[in-house]
């Protein structure tokens, strides 16, 4: 449920309205314009007793509305939520008692060692984890405190929610290969250095013109890239974006997620129209057919960067997804987060940072 | 044909990125974690485990170890016998849908199993669950062969890496000892010169004495210079005794293992005051034994006589001739972890010039006793095999306090 008030009593009261459980732990998705006054928040639920865990996103939605002020709400059943920091640097621990294989997670969407972090918790939770969640943080690409629980405000951290429900997830984007192989030869963690042995950028940039007859000239970086993103080869699999965001003072291209050194690459594109489909198939792939009756709630993780290529058109998408629910009788709300990065684990295989993509998780009794 | 070329230039892309991940690090671990990694995640299989012979790991038992394996945490069954791994050429490939080659482990269920030979050396494990698309098959791992054949290369180089870093370290360390031993012979050998220098020397001098008076006991004929020449002979003969009883005790503390007996302390103590009483200048000295703890303690007897007779000894030779309060303060701190002695007298005291070296062989801080200057040497010896301390404060004049703590087993 989204509300888009400040007044924390009056807030409260409406996370209230519809609590299940006793043990219920408020999931809260917080839009990054929102003027809600997060400590009050904090010292209110902690003196109510309120378990809360979530994240702060360029935007949200709820209630079949995209708020970039307001907060959404859902209470879920689980494991108590687990802060872990520092998850750029090399030491982290992952102090988790595996309540189930099922687990939402928020992540500072800008540090760096996020896909070590998902390695480790593949390593702890082995080959039957399903994992739904995104990057937090905010829209501009500074970093600052964007993850929650009851203990305070995080950055560079994760927030780790392990459901006692069940959960399916559904993972795609669109994206189309349009031109490549290229070979990352040189990168640094998220930059591309190098592509095919030459400087990242003009490699590029050429592959565009020449493909696209598209030009850079005239407009900001990331107004013609976030058309033509990266992406990693996978087998039995959807490539992994890598969404090109800007270039740093020395000319290298800065992405989204790590780009692993001789990662074999595609320049991507797509047509509004395949994008909003993959949403489609991403809800239909979260419904557990035969459950229908007992799923309580989806959530919608959806990358910003396609709010911000689709633009009008991105609420066809919200749509699509709509209709695939309605297509199996599912006819609860579903809410979501905008965010710099999704994750995905579907039960079998790594979990995955993805980009540019639409990451659906249904949660059923 | 844009799919078989897709799939093609996807298998292809997959491979470069396999091979560029072998030999990525000389280190066994890192190899293993690099490629088994990327081959999981690219090949988007659920789980890859590396299995090396333990005969690798100079473990004597005919089996695979699991070495390394993504997820980390499938680790029931580490072991697999060899007998049950068929014997195939590296790279060879073996698909079964049940598990063909050891027992399940732990979160591996149903589904599509695959083995790849890395010879002697071990096998490459693969599973892919039922809810995976992936299911094994010669044809989907063939592609493989070559590049698990570098891997297999590459494990060579780090086996080899591993195995003369572990030899080049033993030998450093071999150096290193043989370094340290050389010095101590060093040292040994300084101390061997010096102390055949002062052996002979104090050797020779009551010798030479001796010689002397025999002359003269030859030559005289007055019965009382023939006394007097006899005293003298007798006092220089007791000296050589005394100096070769010094020589025989450092010998004795240095080759003799330590006792652990049980010993009345404060006997002991009272002991040595007993033993100590006919010594030149033993008159009027108030003598004082305190102890708190017990009385037993476990140690070695000789070597605290030794220490004491020599502490106590000094207290009694130097004590100060001109005073008639002189005191020798004996007290005893007897702890379940250690015993230490507190030795105080109100004697002449020792010139702070002297107290650094009063512990090393043949050092004399005074001619006022001529005694071996080997005591204190013994003392230090003696107290350094019991693993204890010595420390020494004094003042012209004023008095000495010896402070000794003895660690007990």
Known sequence: ?365 | MIDKETNIINELAVLYELSLSTGTSLDLGQNCASFIDTLVNKKNIDYGAVYLNASIFNVEAEEYLKFYSIPQNNLDADSIPISKVPSLNIGEIICCNEIDCGEAEKGLGRGSYAAISLGETGFIKLYSSETNDLKFNETNLNPLTGVVRKFHTSLQGSLAHSLLESEISHRKDSESKLRARNEELKKLNVQLDRFVYSASHDLRAPLASILGLINLIERSDSKEDRSISIELLKSNIMKLDGFIHDIIEITRSSRVEVKHETIDVYELVSGVFNNLKFLKGNKNIQECIELSGDRQLVSDKHRLEIVLNNIIGNALKYSNPDSSESYIQVVIDNQPNAVAFKIKDNGIGIDPFHVEKIFDMFYRATDINAGSGLGLYITKENIERLKGTITIRSEIGEGTEVNIKIPLS
Not at chain 1, 122 to 137: Q, R
């Open chain 1, 1 to 365: 449920m989204l509300s888009e008030i400040h007044n924390i009593d009056a807030l409260v009261n409406n996370f209230l309205s519809n609590k299940k459980g006793e043990s219920s732990i408020l999931l809260l998705l917080l839009a990054e314009k929102s003027a809600i006054d997060f400590e009050a928040l904090k010292i209110q639920l902690n003196a109510m007793d309120i378990l809360f865990f979530g994240g702060i996103f360029p935007c949200v939605y709820g209630s079949s509305k995209v708020s970039e002020n307001g907060v959404v709400h859902q209470w879920v059943e689980g494991s108590r939520p687990t802060i872990i920091e520092n998850i750029s640097g090399q030491r982290f621990s992952l102090d988790i008692k595996q309540f189930s294989s099922n687990a939402i997670v928020f992540i500072d969407g800008l540090t760096s060692g996020i896909d070590r972090f998902l390695s480790k918790f593949y390593n702890s939770f082995g080959t039957d984890l399903k994992m739904v969640g995104g990057g937090a943080g905010s829209i501009s690409l500074e970093s600052m405190p964007c993850i929650f629980d009851n203990t305070g405000l995080y950055a560079d951290a994760a927030v780790v929610f392990l459901l006692k429900d069940g959960l399916e997830v559904g993972i795609r984007h669109g994206w189309k290969r349009a031109a490549g192989p290229f070979v990352a030869t040189k990168t640094d963690k998220n930059v591309i250095q190098e592509l095919n042995w030459r400087p990242a950028l003009e490699t590029y940039k050429e592959a565009i013109s020449i493909n696209y007859q598209t030009s850079f000239d005239g407009a900001s970086f990331f107004d013609t890239a976030k058309k033509f993103p990266f992406a990693m080869v996978k087998e039995g699999a959807e490539d992994i974006v890598r969404d090109p965001i800007t270039v740093d003072e020395a000319g290298h291209i800065v992405c989204v997620g790590t780009i692993p050194e001789n990662s074999v690459l595609n320049i991507m594109t797509a047509e509004k129209k395949q994008l909003v489909y993959a949403a489609y198939e991403a809800a239909s792939a979260s419904i557990m057919h035969n459950k229908v009756a007992q799923h309580q709630f989806s959530l919608i993780i959806d990358c910003i960067s396609r709010k911000l290529f689709l633009e009008d058109d991105f609420f066809e998408e919200l749509k699509m997804i709509d209709k695939a629910f309605e297509a199996f009788g599912i006819e609860e709300d579903f809410i979501g987060a905008m965010t710099l990065g999704e994750i995905g684990a579907v039960g079998s295989g790594f979990p995955q940072f993805f980009n540019k993509t639409v990451v659906v998780g249904g949660i059923y009794d």
